[in-house]
């Protein structure tokens, strides 16, 4: 079922959205995502940039913590501000699933062991980081029941508290 999911995610399916939605029970799915990004991510960042030795956990962590921020600012911005349509633990699973595109990031890395390719390396990675975009546009649309300019409004409006918010934690965090 969450591979499933996963893949309904990835092709903007509707259905799959309101499936997660409804399914509180996806709320550790969603968790398993947001851990599983992070450790792609870290190897993908990782190998991006010649650097193994260091920041699988701090990607991991950073995954966690940009998900329960973002989730938050969505929360706020969509439902309390623009009177969107969902629970918190509905956002919380539908923002964690969003995070599927980012397990491309293991690509990034992938490539980097075929020198011919590697110049791809940056090519992967950014596109996963727009497909996740795209995602996280879908999901916000979807379980805030707008359409899609008010939803691309509160993306936007939520991108700069969001950035604030992260920019804090980054720097308590060192």
Do not use: C
Not at 37 to 66: E, K, M, Q, R, Y
């Amino acid at each position: 079922m969450l591979v499933q999911r996963m893949l309904g995610v990835l092709k903007l399916k509707t259905a799959t959205y309101e499936d997660i939605l409804r399914d509180d029970g996806a709320t550790i799915q969603a968790a398993l995502i947001v851990l599983i990004a992070g450790l792609f991510t870290s190897l993908g960042v990782a190998s991006l940039l010649s650097d193994f030795g260091t920041g699988v956990a701090g990607h991991v962590v950073a995954n966690i913590v940009g998900w329960l921020l973002i989730t938050v600012v969505l929360f706020v911005v969509g439902v309390i501000l623009f009177k969107g349509k969902a629970t918190f633990m509905q956002l919380l699973r539908i923002v964690g699933f969003s995070f599927t595109p980012h397990l491309l990031g293991i690509l990034a890395y992938a490539v980097t062991f075929i020198p011919i390719i590697r110049a791809f390396s940056v090519a992967f990675y950014l596109a996963a980081l727009g497909w996740s975009a795209l995602v996280l546009f879908f999901a916000v649309r979807i379980s805030l029941r707008f359409e899609a300019g008010r939803a691309l409004g509160v993306l936007i409006i939520s991108v700069f508290p969001y950035l604030i918010g992260l920019g804090i934690v980054l720097q308590l965090a060192k």
